[in-house]
């Protein structure tokens, strides 16, 4: 069964470090580009991070930039969120996702097509 | 950044209505849209990629349309587990890959 699993979250002081990880089973992790996606309560999706499949390629939000630092480890299977000066505003639910990709014609299509549950980081003093 | 707009915000309608939900991006995207599905307390599900593209196991109910800037979300006849938030994303400019606001679509 292909699955991803995060861990990680959990209650942290304003400016404070979390790292969170993120377990891939059933699928070749080392294949896949993947990312992190979260959600503040009551609001809606907000793509945090992408990271390709050989980490040549890293991408980050404006929000987060500076501040988290996305990685893997292939021979792990396993995906990396290290976050720094934390804020109240990063509090949310944070999702990995695998990033898919479909050709067609003469272009890749991306999506992300498998989810894991998430894992909740609570910023507060 | 492409900006992402959906509407409505929130609709109601009833089981075995047809639902459509609108999408506009900022400028032209091509094909590079996805749409997701997401229910209280759990993740995204993805439905459909391509803008058009129905992912393996979901309903034929479900159906996407468009290209460029304007994009459609349709339920051709609303079941009861497709009550749920639905976000379209874009994937033809990034970072970021930015997310609509959402859809709420509840039970009238």
């Known amino acids: 069964e292909v699955q991803l699993v995060e861990s990680g979250g959990g209650l942290v002081q304003p400016g404070g470090s979390l790292r969170l990880s993120c377990a891939a089973s059933?699928?070749?992790?080392?294949?896949?580009?993947m990312n992190w996606v979260r959600q503040a309560p009551g609001k809606g999706l907000e793509w945090v991070s992408y990271i390709s499949s050989s980490s040549s390629t890293i991408y980050y939000a404006d929000s987060v930039k500076g501040r988290f630092t996305i990685s893997r480890d292939n021979a792990k299977n396993s995906l990396y969120l290290q976050m720094n000066s934390l804020r109240a505003e990063d509090t949310a639910v944070y999702y990995c996702?695998?990033?898919?990709?479909?050709?067609?014609?003469?272009?890749?299509?991306?999506?992300?097509?498998?989810w894991g549950k998430g894992t909740t980081v609570t910023v507060s003093s | 950044a492409i900006r992402m707009t959906q509407s409505p915000s929130s609709l109601s309608a009833s089981t075995g209505d047809r639902v459509t939900i609108t999408c506009r991006a900022s400028q032209g995207i091509s094909s590079y849209l996805a749409w997701y599905q997401q229910k209280p307390g759990k993740a995204p599900k993805l439905l459909i990629y391509a803008a058009s593209t129905l992912q393996s196991g979901v309903p034929s109910r479900f159906s996407g349309s468009g290209s460029g800037t304007d994009f459609t979300l349709t339920i051709s006849c609303l079941q009861s587990e497709d009550f749920a938030t639905y976000y379209c994303q874009q994937y033809y400019s990034y970072p970021p890959r930015t997310f609509g606001q959402g859809t709420k679509v509840e039970i009238k």
């Open positions: 059933g699928f070749t992790f080392s294949s896949y580009s």
């Open positions: 996702a695998r990033d898919a990709e479909w050709f067609s014609g003469d272009y890749y299509y991306y999506y992300m097509d498998v």
